[in-house]
């Protein structure tokens, strides 16, 4: 099940290196983000997400930085490893509902 | 670890023909959606499902399309007279309550395809 097209960007980074994932998001009243990864074959799968009132959260080896003043998101991901390899995509939702709008992803690729 | 599965994983189809995607959400979940996804494009929210009702959809989610729970355990996705653009992966997910913030696990989806 693939879940990406031919022209998704692509960050190779080498095993053992830090990983950063950009998203610029689109709607400035958007209050709640969350970070997807999805590998292939898959269905996207929760990272970790962010709410407004923050401009940064960390989990087990990932890091979400927001900057509300330029609508940026990024995922930091520590000491990339094989099982990183995904497609990473970010989603935002500004009206406490379910409709949710989704980032077009970027593919990451970690090189052994 | 609990999962939601969906079936088929590819369903091929003629226009104008009707289809069902079928979910299974986890068992204790109360809250299921359908995202699709067509080639090369984002994900897109089509509708959110509770307590037998649709409580959210978008605009994607027309007159074409309908959501059911038919038992205790199936979540389907109908369109009754497919068109070449409803061509995509088809996600199922579902969430133990339904806040925004809740959590959504996600179905390793259906791929339709619509010749």
């Known amino acids: 099940g693939e879940s990406v097209g031919l022209h998704l960007p692509t960050l190779s980074v080498q095993e053992g290196d830090n990983s950063i994932i950009n998203c610029a998001y689109s709607n400035s009243a958007s209050d709640y983000f969350i970070w997807y990864k999805q590998e292939s074959g898959k269905g996207p799968q929760f990272i970790i997400d962010i709410r407004s009132n923050m401009d940064k959260r960390q989990g087990q080896r990932v890091t979400v930085l927001l900057n509300k003043t330029v609508k940026h998101l990024s995922l930091q991901i520590a000491a990339t490893q094989p099982g990183d390899s995904a497609v990473y995509f970010c989603a935002e939702n500004s009206d406490y509902g379910q409709n949710f709008v989704f980032g077009p992803g970027t593919r990451l690729s970690v090189l052994p | 670890e609990p999962e939601v599965t969906q079936t088929p994983s590819h369903q091929v189809t003629q226009m104008g023909q009707e289809v069902i995607l079928r979910c299974v959400p986890i068992?204790?979940?109360?809250?299921f959606y359908w995202y699709r996804q067509i080639l090369g494009q984002k994900v897109e929210f089509l509708v959110s499902f509770y307590n037998n009702e649709i409580s959210e959809k978008s605009e994607i989610f027309d007159d074409q399309f309908s959501v059911e729970r038919p038992d205790g355990s199936n979540f389907t996705l109908k369109i009754r007279s497919t068109k070449l653009e409803d061509s995509a992966m088809y996600f199922c997910?579902?969430?133990?309550?339904?806040?925004?913030?809740?959590?959504?696990?996600f179905g390793p989806g259906t791929r339709l395809t619509v010749l």
């Open positions: 068992s204790n979940h109360l809250y």
């Open positions: 997910a579902s969430s133990e309550r339904g806040r925004y913030t809740d959590t959504q696990y």
